[in-house]
């Protein structure tokens, strides 16, 4: 099965990138000749709620908030953070939902390692920890739905954004945890970071 790789230049509006990821899942389930999907983008600055968001998450009345079928909670989406969505038939793939999320989690984590950049998971808390001055701090999150053995939505990855977003929400339902960026553990270029994360997702999806 081909899988296209997708790279936007330009933010893309929310509505319309998931709009278009609905769409993908709904020809491979209705034919199996479809292509999937791994598509790098940023969006303009938004909030999204995930199926198990609380209202008490919400610091900032003022926000509008886009409620979404993606697993997790309530989190920001704009400009400096890397968004990879994909669109992968795990049917080919032995229909194991948590070995793909381990795929996404081990792509990322190999792909900071090549910035010397130390990251690991957590089974508590999905997504990708570093430590920052000895304390925990997430950089990535994950939020996959799977629809007859389709996975779809994908992962986002702190790079240079502006971590004042995350004051007006209790970020992924973590008030213990604080949100951080790539930027902060190390100043480098991340320019190549989407080629490294393609070469690596692929390589686990066994291309």
């Known amino acids: 099965m081909t899988i296209e790789i997708k790279k936007s230049i330009k933010p893309v509006n929310y509505s319309f990138a998931i709009n278009t990821l609905e769409k993908r899942v709904e ?3 209705n034919n199996h000749k479809g292509k999937e999907l791994i598509w790098f983008l940023e969006h303009p600055s938004i909030y999204t709620a995930g199926s198990s968001y609380k209202k008490s998450e919400i610091l900032d009345s003022r926000i509008k908030l886009i ?7 309530i989190t920001w989406h704009g400009p400096g953070q890397l ?3 994909v669109v992968i038939d795990l049917k ?3 229909k194991d939902i948590r070995r793909f999320i381990n795929l996404l989690e081990l792509s ?8 010397k950049i130390i990251t690991f998971s957590d089974r508590k808390n999905i997504g990708i920890w570093s430590k ?3 304390k925990k701090v997430k950089i990535g999150a994950i939020g996959i739905r799977v629809r007859r053995w389709v996975a779809y939505h994908g992962f986002s990855l702190n790079i240079t954004n502006d971590l004042n977003n995350y004051k007006k929400i209790i970020p992924c339902g973590l008030d213990n945890y604080k949100i951080n960026k790539l930027s902060n553990l190390k100043k480098q270029n991340y320019k190549n970071i989407t080629k490294l994360l393609e070469k690596n997702i692929l390589s686990y999806l066994k291309v």
């Open 27 to 29: 020809k491979l389930i």
């Open 67 to 73: 409620r979404t079928k993606r697993g997790g909670k």
């Open 132 to 134: 920052l001055n000895n």
């Open 108 to 115: 990322i984590i190999n792909t900071l390692k090549e910035y």
């Open 83 to 85: 968004i990879c969505y």
């Open 92 to 94: 080919k793939r032995d």
